[in-house]
């Protein structure tokens, strides 16, 4: 029987004299032949790939291809298929934040160390030295940042940006404001877990309208949650700050906290470590120093475990915890503590500056 000869190359060879008209090629030379060629028996199947589903030539082709192999092998049974590559337009990956240079988590393992009141102090003495600053709060234990800031009963508005609606952070102090207290009741705050909170999360990451910023300061929830791993997801991290107390068991929850920064798969740049409450100080006698909690020596231990710098140590003042209380961020007050507040957001520009020169953009973290 004829079919027992029929085999690839003459299969190659007869489609080898079908020309595309006004090439001057033939269609294997044009690459037009997929290699999916299939012969059994005398079946022969295989496809050629047209540019555009509206070839002229596509019919005259097709048959052009039958009729050669044909000519080789008249018993064959032919059977060709078309391809067009896919080119419908892929939808538009829109990059996330694309105005803001440095994003910083403000981080803890333990809740209670002061994190929030950091961020917002922060916040306030960027913004005061002229910096573009914008302020998240992700904290859905215990969204803070609205009080400190006096918006506990801030109306949230939408405007239309290129065709999208999105958030209008509040700004206050010249530091624009969102929290994840606005879009959930913070007396359920605890109840917030897992995709609902993270949905909350990335809208008011990706649905708001941060604009142009220097720094945007994020204040996670303490210790490691689904929040980090969304946020991750979300965004490339420039660094976090890991605010710590000196007590042992803030210490030992800071040092989880910066190992999964530092894990393999997450691979976020620890900037530095804020040692708040380092000592406590009755407000009109700033040099007296009363080391509470523990020394100087426990956090300088945990920063050099881990090769990070300790960029501040905060005094425990009952004026800082005052003011965060009132809604105005004590780092505006011409005093000692806020000086330390003012100190530590200098450190973080360096920190930032020096992080942005030895490595590159932190990726985003991709999970299958
Ligand atoms: P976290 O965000 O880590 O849960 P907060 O920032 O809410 O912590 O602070 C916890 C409490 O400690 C608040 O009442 C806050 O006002 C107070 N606090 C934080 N830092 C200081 C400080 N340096 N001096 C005095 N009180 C502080």
Not at 37 to 51: H, Y
Not at 52 to 66: G, I, N, Q, R
Not at 276 to 305: Q, S
Request: aromatic content about 6%; glycine content about 8%; proline content about 7%.
């Amino acid at each position: 029987m004829e079919y027992t000869s029929i085999f690839p190359a003459l299969i190659t060879e007869a489609l080898s004299t079908v020309r595309y008209p006004g090439s001057g090629k033939n269609i294997v030379e044009l690459g037009m032949v997929a290699d999916d060629l299939r012969i059994d028996g005398n079946k022969v199947s295989f496809s050629i790939i047209f540019e555009k589903s509206t070839d002229p030539f596509k019919a005259s082709l097709l048959k052009s291809a039958e009729a050669a192999i044909k000519l080789k092998v008249p018993s064959a049974e032919v059977s060709i298929n078309t391809i067009v590559p896919d080119s419908t337009p892929k939808a538009e990956v829109r990059p996330v934040l694309p105005g803001v240079k440095n994003i910083v988590a403000i981080s803890s393992g333990k809740g209670g160390v002061g994190k929030s009141t950091v961020a917002a102090n922060l916040a306030v003495a960027l913004a005061a030295d002229g910096y573009r600053v914008g302020l998240l709060d992700a904290d859905i234990f215990g969204p803070s940042v609205p009080k400190m800031f006096g918006l506990e009963n801030a109306e949230l508005y939408m405007h239309e940006v290129d065709g999208r609606n999105l958030i209008i952070p509040a700004e206050k102090y010249g530091v624009k404001v969102l929290s994840i207290g606005f879009l959930i009741d913070p007396s359920s705050a605890a109840v917030w877990r897992g995709a609902m909170a993270s949905n909350a999360l990335k809208q008011l990451i990706e649905q708001a309208d941060w604009g142009e910023l220097d720094y945007f300061l994020i204040d996670m929830p303490p210790g490691t949650s689904d929040i980090h791993l969304t946020l991750v997801q979300t965004l490339g991290l420039t660094g976090t700050l890991v605010v710590t107390t000196p007590q042992q068991v803030a210490i030992a929850d800071a040092r989880k906290g910066i190992a999964m920064f530092r894990d393999s798969k997450i691979n976020v740049p620890v900037l530095g470590i804020v040692d708040n409450m380092a000592w406590f100080t009755p407000e009109p006698h700033p040099e007296e120093r009363y080391y509470l909690f523990g020394n100087d020596e426990d956090v300088d231990a945990l920063a050099k475990e881990f090769d990070v710098p300790v960029l501040a140590r905060i005094p425990l003042v009952s004026a800082v915890g005052a003011h965060s209380d009132s809604g105005s961020p004590i780092v505006l007050e011409p005093t000692a503590s806020a000086m330390a507040f003012r100190h530590c957001a200098h450190e973080l520009i360096e920190a930032v500056d020096r992080r942005n020169g030895n490595l590159p953009p932190t990726q985003k973290v991709s999970v299958h």
